[in-house]
């Protein structure tokens, strides 16, 4: 079974502030997706990382794969009270998602 | 184009009863997916769905069941409910099936047992 760490597991900040949020296993993964979540929605896919290495940038948010392709993290810089969800991670499978148990953010104006 | 549409978006149901949700798909959509969320446990897949084909099933009790239609709707039903039941079922379609597909979730159903 492939098991996803997330830390931390609750992160409150002020508007401003940045942060990493982090996605573990002692898996290897072909790829890594991070989904988020608001409140009373469905979780919404935000990036696929396939590559060892890869970096993707969505505007203030930073994507990166481990170079082993175990783990990976989100930064966020200059959060807004608009990126208050809960964090995803989740391994991609034939037909099925693994998700961690996610990080919830709390971004305060 | 319209997105995943689960309902009902709550429901409140007494130990013993039984209860069956339902997701349509984006069009065009042919797998269909489960999830339960809960605090404790987070999101766990309960089955996969492709093409009225049960093609995967994660780790629950036989009370879980589902079926897709010809126009790729689906259903899951829970049986003898128990509080434990309790949770936001989500529902997800992909246009493909593998590593590089992407999901789309609906708003979810939140289940109450009392």
């Known amino acids: 079974t492939q098991l996803l760490e997330q830390s931390p597991q609750f992160l409150s900040i002020q508007e401003g502030e940045n942060l990493t949020v982090y996605c573990n296993s002692s898996?290897?993964?072909?790829?890594l997706q991070w989904y988020r979540q608001e409140p009373g929605e469905g979780p919404v896919l935000l990036v696929t990382?396939?590559?060892?290495?890869e970096v993707k940038k969505l505007k203030r948010l930073t994507f990166q794969f481990g170079d082993a392709r175990k783990d990976s993290s989100l930064h966020i810089t200059a959060a807004q009270p608009g990126d208050t969800g809960l964090y995803l991670c989740a391994a991609p499978g034939y037909s099925t998602l693994t998700f961690g148990k996610g990080t919830m953010l709390l971004v305060s104006p | 184009k319209a997105g995943v549409t689960q309902t009902p978006r709550y429901l409140i149901k007494t130990r013993g009863q039984q209860v069956t949700l339902s997701c349509s798909p984006i069009s065009g959509h042919r797998s269909v997916s489960w999830y339960q969320q809960t605090p404790g446990q987070g999101l766990q897949f309960l089955f996969e769905?492709?093409?009225?084909?049960?093609?995967n099933k994660g780790n629950f009790p036989g009370r879980f069941s589902g079926r897709q239609f010809s126009n790729s709707r689906s259903e899951m039903n829970v049986s003898t409910l128990e509080l434990g039941d309790s949770a936001l079922y989500l529902c997800?379609?992909?246009?493909?099936?593998?590593?590089?597909?992407?999901?789309?979730f609906g708003q979810g159903t939140r289940l109450t047992v009392v």
């Open positions: 997800a379609s992909s246009f493909l099936a593998g590593q590089k597909a992407e999901a789309f």
């Open positions: 990382v396939v590559t060892g290495g």
């Open positions: 898996s290897v993964f072909s790829s």
């Open positions: 769905y492709f093409s009225e084909t049960q093609r």
